[in-house]
């Protein structure tokens, strides 16, 4: 019999920080028939689900679920709320920040960009003072990524809410994230957010495809208001069906099924538990990247991300033929880079269903790519990783929670 050189055996390691690997029990879950949208069935499910968001988000309003990617929630946020020639602040802090600027430049919108070097998060200083000199209250809205997953840079979103407040605005407080969610801390209520835009593919473990808007009293006061044009993305609609149980269209019905159980699975591990695995993993590849003596994109301790580590390498080494390689001789896939970094770095993505042997053997493979590609570095970054998630699993807290 001929030899079948192709196939690669384990699992492929998805290491980009998402869309992130779905667990067996989630593709499980969407395994099913079909069932008819507009039956009861389907009605318990949706409530279930439309009600079990809300715990996500730590959001007492509504949240809508489109069937769409991430950049339809941030169209949907737009145009329910605001109106042509409005003006938006908004903070480039990479690349998904620009392109949700650029979306709202398109939609008629008039964003003003606060500018950052892509390797920090939102100052709030910077908005404050923007907003203080608009006496005439002329910016709608203040628009923020909590997590830029170009860059890894996580943005403190209650201090972009005091600055607000500082400068008593009245904008609207829109906030992505689409990267963070599940991941981290996130409370639409009690943060004070207008609008909160998530997506499917990340901390909540489900396939690309779906996308959350959680909704504020005074955002759904500004969308009877809004004058942008909308159709799919309508909130009335949509929130008129939902109050039933029911879509005004045909939902993805599969995803549904994914999302109950996604929310089981977090259910089950209790939210602060999955915060504290993502913080832990976050720590253990800092930890890795000083040891081999390379550098952290996040270039401010304070804006570390929970879910995305960039990874530096010395001038000369190409970040995507090191990609290539690991990929190639590991069958593991790290993030991309962008923009005036394009080639200088790679993302680690350690989000989602990750446990500690995960992070560990990415980390390896790293290591290992490391020497194979030749770029200069120290040994021991995956010991300095192991040394870490070893004290932390020595700790009492995480004994007496798991
Ligand atoms: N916002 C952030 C922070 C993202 O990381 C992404 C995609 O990765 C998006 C928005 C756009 O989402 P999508 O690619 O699902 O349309």
Redesign the pocket.
Do not use: Y
């Given at each position: 019999m001929a030899q079948n050189t192709t196939r690669i055996a384990g699992r492929h390691f998805l290491q980009i920080?998402?869309?992130a690997p779905v667990p067996d029990r989630i593709l499980r879950a969407m395994d099913r028939p079909i069932i008819d949208h507009r039956g009861p069935e389907f009605q318990k499910l949706a409530k279930r689900v439309l009600d079990g968001v809300k715990w996500i988000f730590k959001c007492s309003g509504p949240v809508v679920i489109y069937t769409?990617?991430?950049?339809?929630?941030?169209e949907g946020a737009l145009v329910n709320t605001l109106s042509p020639g409005d003006r938006v602040l908004m903070c480039n802090t990479g690349h998904?920040?620009t392109?949700?600027r650029n979306m709202a430049k398109r939609l008629g919108l008039e964003p003003e960009f606060i500018d950052t070097d892509w390797r920090i998060g939102a100052d709030p200083k910077l908005i404050e003072a923007h907003l203080r000199k608009d006496t005439q209250h002329k910016i709608k809205a203040v628009c923020v990524?909590?997590?830029?997953?170009?860059t890894g840079c996580l943005t403190p979103i209650t201090e972009i809410r005091e600055a607000i407040d500082a400068a008593k605005h009245p904008a609207l407080f829109l906030v992505?994230?689409?990267?963070?969610l599940a991941s981290t801390e996130y409370r639409h209520d009690e943060w004070g957010i207008d609008v909160s835009?998530g997506?499917?593919?990340?901390g909540l473990m489900l396939p690309?495809?779906m996308?959350f808007n959680a909704i504020s009293p005074k955002a759904l006061e500004a969308s009877k208001d809004a004058q942008l044009p909308k159709s799919f993305f309508a909130w009335d609609d949509m929130l008129a069906a939902n109050r039933s149980g029911f879509f005004p269209y045909t939902p993805a019905t599969n995803m549904l099924h994914g999302l109950s159980e996604s929310l089981d699975m977090l259910h089950e591990e209790g939210l602060d538990n999955v915060f504290a695995r993502h913080d832990r993993h976050a720590e253990a590849t800092r930890r890795a990247v000083r040891a081999w003596g390379l550098e952290i994109l996040c270039r401010d301790p304070k804006y570390y991300s929970p879910t995305i580590t960039g990874v530096l390498l010395p001038e000369g080494h190409d970040a995507d033929a090191f990609r290539e390689l690991a990929l190639d001789r590991f069958d593991i896939a790290f993030g991309t880079s962008f923009g005036k970094f394009t080639g200088k770095y790679f993302r680690i993505g350690h989000l989602g269903d990750t446990n500690d042997l995960t992070i560990l053997g990415a980390l390896a493979s790293v290591e290992m790519t490391l020497a194979l590609a030749s770029v200069p570095h120290r040994k021991g970054g995956v010991q300095a990783a192991m040394d870490y998630l070893i004290a932390a699993a020595q700790a009492p807290s995480r004994a007496a929670a798991e």
């Open positions: 920080p998402g869309p769409a990617t991430g950049t339809g929630a941030w998904f920040a392109l949700w990524l909590h997590n830029e997953t170009s992505d994230t689409v990267s963070s835009i997506g499917a593919q990340k690309p495809g996308s």
